[in-house]
């Protein structure tokens, strides 16, 4: 049953960030270098994302929701979730903002 939930988790929660984060680094053209240094983080934040929303399941719905929606930024569910992914966010912010624009 762990197994199951772990891979929900993993669909609604830890792919989407990977996506948007990576779709909007991609179009803001930064070093791969940095995309695959967050790619990474995320792929290691797995077991916390997949801690905290098992903890807190409303955290995770409006995590989710709001990402789809496009109400929440992923990076900040992802730092918020996996704290130690804070630096690799840092480094791509200014790329992600660019993203934005």
């Keep these: 049953m762990q197994d199951i939930i772990a891979s929900l988790i993993s669909f609604f929660l830890i792919q989407p960030i990977q996506a948007e984060m990576t ?40 995590s989710a929701a709001g990402i789809l929606v496009g109400l929440t930024a992923p990076d900040a569910v992802l730092v918020e979730a996996a704290p130690g992914c804070a630096q690799a966010v840092s480094a791509v912010r200014p790329y992600l903002d660019e993203g934005e624009a």
């Excluded at 967050?38 to 994302?49: E, K, Q």
């Design 23 to 62: 779709e909007r680094l991609s179009a803001a053209r930064a070093p791969v270098e940095l995309v695959e240094t967050l790619t990474g983080c995320i792929a290691d934040a797995g077991p916390a994302v997949v801690r905290r929303a098992s903890d807190d399941p409303l955290w995770a719905i409006g």
